[in-house]
C-alpha cells in the first residue's frame, strides 16, 4: 500500500500526489507538508502534476497514497478531477481538494473529498488534514 519500491528495496515512503496548474500553489502545499507531516508517518515522497490528464494517469499507474488537488486549478478544477478519481478508481486513495474560500466547503462534498483545506494555506491544518488520510490509509481503514 504504501508508496515506493525503490532499486529493489522497500522504502519507508508515502508517495504524495500534488495537482495545480500554478507551480507555486504546489510548492506551498510541498513546503507545509515538508518530509513528514508527523512524526510517526513515512518520509513523503512528492509526485507533482501541472495538468488533468498527467493525475489520471499517475493514479491510474497506483502507488499513490493521497492526492492533494487544487481546487483552482484551470482549466481542469480539483474537485471535478476529485470526482472522476473516486467514480473511476477501484479503492481510490485518499483525495484532499483545497479551496478558493471556507464557503466552497459545500462543492467539495459534491467531489467526494476524503478532506478540503482553504487557501490560503495553514501549514498546521494542511498537515493534520494529510496526516489524519496518511494514517488511515496506512491502517487500511476506509477514509471516511
Not at 477501484?90 to 483545506?117: E, K, M, N, Y
Amino acid at each position: 500500500m504504501a508508496g515506493g519500491d525503490h532499486g529493489g528495496q522497500t522504502a519507508p515512503e508515502l508517495t504524495v500526489l500534488v495537482y495545480s496548474d500554478d507551480r507555486s500553489v504546489r510548492h506551498r502545499v510541498m513546503t507545509a507538508l515538508g518530509r513528514r507531516p508527523a512524526p510517526e508517518l513515512p518520509a513523503l515522497r512528492y509526485v507533482e502534476c501541472a495538468t488533468e490528464p498527467l493525475v489520471i494517469r499517475t493514479m491510474d499507474a497506483g502507488g499513490v497514497d493521497l492526492a492533494i488537488l487544487d481546487g483552482e486549478a484551470v482549466p481542469v478544477g480539483g474537485m471535478g478531477v476529485c470526482r472522476q478519481l473516486k467514480d473511476e478508481i477501484f479503492g481510490c486513495p485518499p483525495v484532499l481538494v483545497l479551496i478558493g474560500r471556507p464557503q466552497d466547503a459545500w462543492l467539495a462534498t459534491w467531489s467526494r473529498a476524503d478532506a478540503v483545506v482553504a487557501q490560503p494555506l495553514d501549514p498546521l491544518r494542511m498537515a493534520d488534514a494529510a496526516a489524519a488520510l496518511l494514517r488511515q490509509r496506512l491502517a487500511g481503514a476506509p477514509v471516511a
